[in-house]
């Protein structure tokens, strides 16, 4: 048996709800409550963060109580810290970009460095992937669509 | 009572049934179906869409073209539901649950046709009931408070949570995240936005069929960074290469 104090997946599961939950009664703090018979814009947010809590709290208690199982464990079997990083600078690239340099440069980023997560990738099909897919996303979205994103631009809005 | 409904329904049968009414209902189911299979194209917003073509037309073929629109649209959603695992609008979240290990079985054929055929059975005796029990319903219906809509979200709502795999609690704890999702955007009664966080984008709320896309892309992303990549873990798991792609010929 293993040892009660190990690190499972559910207890951190159980925190990161019972944050939500948290962070939702703090941010519904702002909106009045009003009474029973009167709800405020704040009640059911407060009644439905209050819920969270006490779920979160269920589930890590749940956790605690039972049983270790194999896949309860919080170890990756083989984590692609390389792909984590690319796919996730993917969009926040985009968000960057595409304020200040517009919808070209910034699908262009997105695409190709969300496609070198993928260690099978070359450089060259990553390369060729990012134009098409910005050469489709151009061709759709400013001509087909007109959406009002400049496709060049230098500088903040 | 049933004599007057049964005369009234073969009055309106006689109607509905003449050739060029049928020939309108029929390319009403065409293009609902059509339409309906776009991913994020539900049913209200396809006949919102179509709704200028009935413009020119006569009252009565207008209407049966949009009621043939509303069913088409309806199990075209269905369609994508079970070949791509991609819910097009809420209501087709469950049929991806039984219709998408089916069409991975090589069977979605013939999960399509059970499809056509409990849609069909089922709409015709919601139609056939609602024709027969309308007036007894009404009573009923004059007695159906508040607390009784209340309990019955919440029972739908359970209901929806022990769908998901895994444990229950878990499920719970998805559904009051979800209904957190909800609250965003602008108070109903009092127009307040809530969870904004000044942004006015979103004092709509958050747009359910950007919501869904992410999360299936974001299934893939663990999937793949996770390690869990490999013949165990396809049978479980969602694993669904076809929807971005899908998603982006959608657009």
Known sequence: MRNSL?????YFAGALMVLIGVGAVLEARHYSIGTLFHMGPGFFPIILGVTMTGIGILIAGVAATAQAADDDQLHMPNPQWRAWGCILAGPILFIILGTYGGLIP???ACVFVSALGDKDITLKSALVLG?????FGVALFSYLLQVSMPMWRWGPL | MIYSALTDLWYGFGVALEPHNIVFCFLGVLIG???????GMGVLATISILLPLTFGMKPVGAILMLAGVFYGAQYGGAICSILLNLPCHPPHAVTCLDGYPMTKQGRG????????FASFVGASWGITEMTFLAPVLVQVALKFGPAEVCSLMLLGLLAGSTLARGSPIKGVA????GLLLGIVGADIETGTPRFAFGMTELDDGVEIVALALALFGIAEFMNTTCGRRGPTSSSGSCRCCAAPRSAASAR
């Open chain 2, 33 to 39: 179906n059509i339409v309906g299979v776009l991913p």
């Open chain 2, 174 to 177: 998805m559904t009051v995240f």
């Open chain 2, 109 to 116: 054929g013939v999960a399509l046709g059970m499809t056509v």
């Open chain 1, 6 to 10: 190990t690190l499972k997946k559910d």
């Open chain 1, 106 to 108: 910034a699908t262009f």
């Open chain 1, 131 to 135: 134009v098409a897919v910005t050469v």
